[in-house]
């Protein structure tokens, strides 16, 4: 498993991890625990292409991803959730902990332009029981993201 916290130092990221005390497994349970609307929860949806590339979609917690758009932004045919071994693999996180940034190699990262209205977000930290707090321009910075509108 990968150190996020290592990569946030590695990399001079401006975020925070926050600990809390109990795992949150949702976008709906992490709002709630920090008193935010679902919308400030950021979800990191690891998905993979008909090319059989694996990228990440960032959205707002009360967002659904739009497949078609999502294709569409990253030029193929088809995307889909990636499995949880090859989201793993590739993202070197646990499903319910994925982060929006910080994996072993480089993926293209997605940033669906709804993100853009929260001043500062929180995503996963690498594992159930962290949140990464971060602006949304810190992390298009940090990813070479591409922002598009992905969400229904």
Same mark, same amino acid.
């Given at each position: 498993?990968?150190?996020?916290?290592?990569?946030?130092?590695?990399?001079?990221?401006?975020?925070?991890?926050?600990?809390?005390?109990?795992?949150?497994? $949702?976008?709906?349970?992490?709002?709630?625990?920090?008193?935010?609307?679902?919308?400030?929860?950021?979800?990191?949806?690891?998905?993979?292409?008909? $090319?059989?590339?694996?990228?990440?979609?960032?959205?707002?917690?009360?967002?659904?991803?739009?497949? *078609?758009?999502?294709?569409?932004?990253?030029?193929?045919?088809?995307?889909?959730?990636?499995?949880?071994?090859?989201?793993f693999q590739? $993202?070197?996180?646990?499903?319910?902990?994925?982060?929006?940034?910080?994996?072993?190699?480089?993926?293209?990262?997605i940033l669906?332009?709804?993100?853009?209205?929260?001043?500062?977000?929180?995503?996963?930290?690498?594992?159930?029981?962290?949140?990464?707090?971060?602006?949304?321009?810190?992390?298009?910075?940090v990813t *070479?993201? $591409?922002?598009?509108?992905?969400?229904?």
């Amino acid at each position: 498993m990968v150190d996020l916290r290592d990569f946030l130092a590695r990399e001079g990221v401006d975020a925070q991890l926050i600990e809390l005390q109990v795992p949150m497994k $949702t976008a709906d349970a992490a709002a709630q625990q920090l008193g935010i609307p679902v919308g400030g929860i950021f979800k990191s949806l690891v998905l993979r292409t008909d $090319t059989g590339e694996v990228l990440v979609a960032v959205l707002p917690g009360d967002k659904r991803v739009d497949f *078609k758009a999502v294709a569409r932004v990253a030029g193929c045919a088809k995307v889909a959730f990636a499995s949880e071994d090859l989201a793993f693999q590739e $993202t070197g996180y646990p499903p319910g902990g994925t982060p929006p940034l910080g994996y072993p190699k480089p993926l293209r990262v997605i940033l669906d332009e709804a993100v853009l209205q929260y001043p500062e977000g929180y995503g996963g930290g690498g594992r159930p029981e962290l949140l990464l707090r971060i602006r949304p321009q810190e992390l298009l910075r940090v990813t *070479k993201g $591409t922002l598009g509108c992905v969400s229904r």
